[in-house]
């Protein structure tokens, strides 16, 4: 499927999802508002506004500029209120068990400048994924709060205009401590 092809058919965001648990399954586990896997661990270190260029898996600063910083409880809130959130997972590797109805983008996060080929196509998927729309609730994520990529996809995204840009730290390491379901998920 081409990538064009892939956001169309991602607009409804139930195509998103391979196999697996559903948005419906995810808002039937009960989440205490916990620190799971350190998602809510402040290492003292900086908030930036520039990419970080290799090293991604380190700790991170507890916030992103221009993007909320959520954790697992207000996730699991944020789709069970709005079916229109498109959840980016931006790990990168061999494919993974993932959020339900995510999309997978493992190379948002990766590169130099936000004048970049990176940049343009971040723009274009997400353009097919909110349809346009610049305050459409979009969330990116990674492993874990010791992983830089969906940091730098938090940032590149609210370089981009888009309004409503969360950064779900914890990741999937917090999403499965949290005993939450997870789904096949293909690369987009």
Same mark, same amino acid.
């Given at each position: ?18 196999? $697996? ?22 290492? $003292? ?13 380190? =700790? ?5 500029? $221009?993007? =909320? ?32 109805? +995510? ?28 349809? $346009? ?22 940032? =590149? ?11 779900? =730290? ?13 789904? +096949?998920?293909?690369?987009?």
């Amino acid at each position: 499927m081409s990538v064009s092809a892939a956001l169309l058919a991602c607009a409804a965001l139930s195509a998103c999802q391979t196999t $697996g648990a559903s948005r419906a399954d995810v808002a039937k586990v009960a989440v205490a508002d916990s620190n799971y896997a350190n998602e809510k661990t402040d290492w $003292g270190i900086s908030p930036r506004n520039d990419l970080l260029i290799g090293g991604y898996h380190a =700790r991170t600063p507890a916030t992103v500029p $221009g993007a =909320r910083t959520i954790a697992t409880a207000d996730l699991q809130t944020l789709i069970a209120a709005d079916p229109s959130v498109v959840l980016v997972d931006v790990l990168d590797g061999k494919a993974h068990p993932s959020l339900p109805q +995510a999309v997978w983008m493992p190379d948002a996060g990766l590169d130099k400048s936000f004048q970049d080929a990176t940049q343009k196509k971040l723009g274009e998927r997400l353009a097919g994924l909110t349809g $346009g729309d610049p305050k459409r609730p979009v969330v990116f994520y990674c492993l874990s709060a010791e992983c830089w990529l969906s940091y730098n996809a938090s940032l =590149r995204a609210a370089r981009l205009g888009y309004q409503s840009v969360y950064w779900y =730290r914890g990741g999937l390491e917090a999403w499965k401590a949290a005993g939450l379901p997870t789904a +096949a998920i293909e690369r987009l």
